[in-house]
């Protein structure tokens, strides 16, 4: 089966956390567009479920057939399928179709009213429809987007399948009873992203060493790992982070959850666990100052000392083989990115799997971490993935 999936705002991202999910098992792949990348998988998936998985895919869908501008009509109706009710459907474009996007939806809508049917054609004011246009105008399960890939000399059509969660991701972000702005908030789909780049057995154990208000636990539990441990140094992030455990339990009808919470600094934490129990670390740590004057020099080494000492913890924690998916922050200034320069001390490597054909590298750090941060954000994130050697 031919799939396709509309990226996220960090793309390389989103391309490396559907690698690790289907466990490298796509094919063909091609990313014809820098939002897009199609791929060939053996078994047929169930869309839904999927993109509930995924924190850095905006939708999903199937490709039906390759086309051209001359054949794209003919190839278009035989994926029309009105019912009695009002039939609603959008058209969303990647790369350089050559296709005129309204005067195609009118032949569209005119066919379908040749056929005695009710229509609408969904249009938006960006260039190609969101999730939210695509749930709240039924286009899903009243209707059809259509989706026309442009690559080289073919054109691909496909149809969206499913969208972003978008209101139970805000659920579990804003809903939760326990936050803590002032500190900072690992967003849900975030976590499930650095989750799934981890592509660790269910069964293994997976440590959150500074885990605040239990955000990546409480992702991993939905996700149906089975082993969590929590840490953190401060009491509130602990007395926060069951607080949401007992929530999340609750609001989705869970029936039992292990999870151990532990406070301890991280550095500290082989007093209470033994070596090479835990298959995977998760983790965002203390990012340094959020507001105010940041003393960059001061607030880098501070943190460097910080990693790199919990670091040495966490190698002995570790499986052999273990992975770490840690973010470390970057802190900007008016002239440069300014990284943390963590000595690894041969006991870690950095992992990157993705293809040098799929990567842009204005989107990775010069250590090929991934960068998440917008333009008004003075820290912004490297996502990094390690492996104990």
Not at 283 to 293: I, S
Request: aromatic letters at 8%.
């Amino acid at each position: 089966m031919t799939y396709f999936a509309v990226l996220g705002n960090y793309p390389e991202l989103s391309i490396a956390e559907l690698m690790a999910y289907f466990n490298n098992q796509l094919a063909g792949i091609e990313r014809p567009d820098k939002g897009v990348l199609i791929f060939n998988l053996a078994k047929e998936i169930d869309c839904q479920f999927t993109i509930g998985q995924l924190g850095g895919t905006i939708k999903l869908g199937r490709i039906a057939t390759t086309t051209n501008l001359k054949n794209i009509f003919e190839d278009v109706k035989t994926l029309l399928n009105p019912g009695d009710n009002k039939y609603n459907f959008g058209i969303s474009t990647y790369g350089p179709t050559g296709l005129q996007i309204k005067t195609f939806g009118m032949q569209i809508k005119q066919y379908l009213k040749s056929l005695n049917k009710s229509c609408r054609f969904v249009v938006s004011q960006e260039k190609n429809l969101s999730s939210v246009v695509v749930e709240q105008n039924h286009l899903l399960d009243n209707g059809i987007e259509l989706n026309l890939i442009a690559k080289n000399n073919k054109l691909y059509l496909g149809q969206t399948l499913a969208v972003q969660p978008f209101k139970t991701l805000s659920f579990r972000d804003y809903g939760r009873p326990a936050r803590d702005d002032r500190s900072g908030m690992l967003p849900p789909k975030l976590a499930q992203i650095m989750i799934n780049l981890a592509n660790t057995d269910k069964a293994k154990t997976i440590l959150d060493p500074f885990c605040g208000s239990g955000t990546i636990l409480t992702e991993a539990i939905l996700m149906n790992y089975k082993n969590l441990i929590g840490s953190d140094i401060s009491p509130k992030a602990i007395a926060d982070s069951q607080t949401n455990l007992d929530w999340i339990k609750q609001k989705f009808s869970l029936k039992a959850i292990n999870c151990q919470l532990i406070n301890l600094d991280a550095t500290k934490l082989n007093q209470k666990l033994k070596s090479n129990s835990v298959g995977t670390i998760i983790t965002e740590p203390y990012l340094g100052p959020q507001r105010g004057q940041i003393k960059i020099k001061e607030t880098v080494q501070e943190l460097t000392n910080l990693y790199e000492k919990s670091l040495e913890t966490f190698y002995n924690l570790l499986e052999v083989k273990g992975k770490i998916i840690m973010i470390w922050p970057i802190i900007l200034d008016s002239l440069r990115k300014n990284y943390l320069p963590i000595n690894l001390k041969n006991k870690f490597k950095i992992i990157n799997s993705l293809p040098e054909e799929l990567s842009n590298k204005n989107n990775l750090s010069p250590r090929s971490g991934f960068i998440y941060g917008r333009p008004e954000q003075r820290v912004w994130r490297e996502i990094v993935v390690l492996e104990k050697i």
